[in-house]
């Protein structure tokens, strides 16, 4: 065996605590936004059947042709996926738990997803969503509304330049048509097709439309248009939305060959994109899965959702200088001597139990150093206690910051001086 230090999996990142902290930041105002909206959280497991994926997602996609972590469980030969993203746990789960027997759900998650792609900025094998889905909602009303939610989070984050696509997938009958027109269309011009392609053409067709490579644009921009074929009920459900849109005020840009990366969308499909992250410019991707439910085995149940990366949210907001936080910290207690020692740890518990949020120098060491660790530390203000303050059943209040005052102080009054004394620092 040798030394090599041993690293996380590629693509798999650390949070360190400095960045976690703006994620926790960012976790308490998705939490809020999301119960503005009545959205609940659910929490599914990691690890799904494969089987689920397969029906869900669709068998021709990037996601399970290529891009899942399946395995099989050594202990009982079960075929098992970490999940690539949240959906179709969501949907299994509201049916396995009858959730929409008596009412419509709005549910919400948020976690880590898994997909084996080519790790970049923003791209990652390990990433994280937050979900939010409506399940047992048929409106044009619903769409709208996960929109606007969009659209108010962008608000409250402070990221003005995600711009919103929409389209419409419209029904089964439709799609049948397209994907005919859209066949034809590709066998006549089957020398531009990349290998990809070519093996979507009667598989996937609808896909190809969906490309990234920039050699296949042109062909793909004259193909035949769904929305030429659209039926009534579907073209009304696209035109109500797009009509809430308008009434608050919401800009879009209609996207004909937007059609999302799963198999799952019907009628309304949108994406939230930025230009600041290059390539990955996706911050928030959804639409409509009316189909899903009963794919996965149930009754057939509409519903709508989108997914957020929060990596790529984070990286705007880092973009535009919101630093890496930390946490508030009120007292760093340094003590030394061993009457001191001895009272120290009882000081810092009645500060905690006053709601102060202490750390107690643990380990020893001249004052120097320790109080080296407490300007370090971030804290407001130093608590200090030598043998002399312990004799005197007192403390030493000092300001960290802002010119750094200091003061002796009863212990039996000390929560109180910080907290004024906190309350005059601002
Ligand atoms: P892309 O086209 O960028 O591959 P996608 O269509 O595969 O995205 P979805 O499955 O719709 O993505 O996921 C919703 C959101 O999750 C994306 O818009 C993006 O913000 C984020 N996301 C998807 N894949 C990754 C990844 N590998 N790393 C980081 N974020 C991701
Ligand atoms: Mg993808």
């Not at 693509?11 to 809020?32: C, K, S, T």
């Not at 011009?189 to 609808?206: E, F, G, I, T």
């Not at 407001?380 to 750094?404: H, N, P, S, Y």
């Amino acid at each position: 065996m040798g030394n090599t230090t041993l690293q996380a999996v590629r693509g798999m990142n650390d949070i360190l605590p400095d960045e976690a902290q703006l994620w926790l930041w960012f976790e308490d105002a998705v939490r809020d936004w999301l119960e503005a909206y009545g959205y609940r959280n659910i929490r599914m497991p990691l690890v799904e059947p494969t089987a689920l994926f397969k029906r869900a997602i669709g068998e021709v996609t990037d996601i399970v042709e290529k891009e899942m972590y399946s395995f099989e469980d050594s202990l009982n030969g079960d075929q098992l996926t970490l999940r690539p993203e949240g959906t179709a746990s969501c949907a299994r789960a509201v049916l396995q738990h009858s959730l929409l027997y008596n009412a419509p759900q709005r549910l919400y998650y948020s976690g880590a997803m898994f997909r084996h792609e080519r790790p970049q900025k923003g791209r990652y094998r390990q990433f994280h969503q937050i979900g939010v889905e409506a399940l047992g909602f048929a409106g044009p009303d619903i769409d709208a509304e996960q929109i606007l939610m969009c659209s108010r989070l962008w608000k409250k984050l402070g990221i003005r330049d995600a711009e919103l696509q929409i389209n419409t997938l419209g029904d089964a009958a439709s799609r049948h048509r397209h994907r005919e027109k859209l066949i034809a269309y590709f066998e006549h011009h089957k020398n531009v097709l990349d290998a990809d392609a070519q093996r979507r053409l009667y598989s996937n067709p609808l896909r190809i439309l969906d490309t990234k490579n920039p050699a296949m644009q042109e062909l793909v921009s004259a193909a035949p248009k769904l929305m030429d074929e659209l039926e009534e009920d579907a073209l009304k459900h696209f035109e109500e939305v797009q009509a809430i849109l308008h009434q608050h005020g919401i800009v879009f840009e209609i996207n004909t060959h937007l059609v999302r990366g799963l198999d799952y969308y019907n009628r309304t499909v949108f994406e939230w994109v930025t230009t600041r992250l290059g390539a990955q410019g996706t911050i928030c991707a959804g639409g409509r899965y009316d189909g899903l439910i009963e794919q996965i085995g149930g009754k057939p149940a509409p519903a709508c959702g989108f997914a957020m990366g929060i990596e790529r949210l984070l990286a705007l907001l880092q973009e535009d200088g919101m630093q890496n936080l930390r946490a508030p910290l009120d007292v760093y207690l340094v003590h030394q001597g061993e009457q001191a020692n001895r009272l120290a740890g009882g000081v810092a518990e009645q500060l905690r139990d006053a709601g102060l949020k202490v750390v107690l120098h643990c380990g020893g060491g001249s004052f120097k150093s320790q109080m080296k660790k407490a300007d370090a530390s971030g804290a407001a203000c130093a608590v200090i206690i030598g043998d002399d303050e312990a004799r005197a059943g007192q403390a030493t209040l000092k300001a960290l910051r802002d010119g750094g005052g200091q003061q002796r102080v009863a212990l039996a009054e000390l929560q109180q001086k910080i907290r004024e004394f906190n309350l005059v620092r601002g």
